[in-house]
């Protein structure tokens, strides 16, 4: 919905217009015209509105569709409402699917070190080793990219047991410092041909990092493909795990990302997600 001080301020540059305060006033000054276009599912993705003298657009996702306006010299307003079906690709390479009508999930190529929503309440989860003080792959992108502070904040996590600051399937969190989101949250995910019960530690290490996750407020989280490099987890079936356990948390966040450094990951990744979801 509309809040008043946009309608307020984008009435206010329409030529020999007063300023507009409510819906009833913009729907008496201009013509709305709706065209439906019906898909399957709800497209999730934030702009900011503008009013202009010139044709301006801006899309808000509302559910279970988004609408889109445009505002041309005319002074006329044109409203389009248009479902999104699971697997949009956006002008990014962001694919979008529905976990529910306030969810969404959104599966990427890129580097986690540098995404980032809001700076306030969105976190990235580091695959991380049982010390947290930082190692190959992903982990030491992300400890070098938030810098010695990071380091040192892991350092202060107590240990259960020596050696072992974050047992494997566990999570703990942190600041993420030189990094744009707020936290880091360090999960441990299995050794595929070391563990005992390989499925049940990476279902714990999703799990619990988005428990943590939402125990503090967070409304945007970003994953990596947690055990899918040196720790060789079959990338098919931790795609598979990591999705359904995703899914349990369906009404708990804002959007859930899966940022994936490889073409190979981010391709099953999608696969999975059009077959789950």
Known sequence: MLCSSMLTRGARI???????????????AFSFRIQKSFETKTQQSYSSVGFGLEQREFTRVLNPGFFRFSCSREGSITARVRMASNGDVDKHGVSHFALSPSSALKIQKGDITQWFVDGASDAIVNAANNLMLGGGGVDGAIHNAAGPELRAACYEVPEVRR?????????????????????????????YDVDDHPELSL?????????????????????????????????????????SVVKEFATDFKEVHFV?????????????????L
């Open 14 to 28: 329409l030529p020999n217009r007063k300023p507009c305060r409510s819906i009833s006033t913009i729907a008496s």
């Open 163 to 191: 050696g072992v600051r974050c047992p494997t399937g566990e999570a703990r969190i942190t600041p993420a410092f030189r990094l744009p989101v707020s936290h880091v949250i360090h999960t441990v995910g299995p050794i």
């Open 203 to 243: 279902r714990n290490a999703y799990r619990n990092s988005l428990r943590l996750a939402k125990e503090n407020n967070i409304q945007f989280i970003a994953f990596p493909a947690i055990s899918c490099g040196v720790f060789r987890y079959p990338y098919e079936e931790a795609a598979t795990i990591a999705l």
């Open 260 to 276: 994936l450094f490889s073409d190979d990951i981010h391709k099953v990744w999608l696969d999975k997600a059009n077959e789950l």
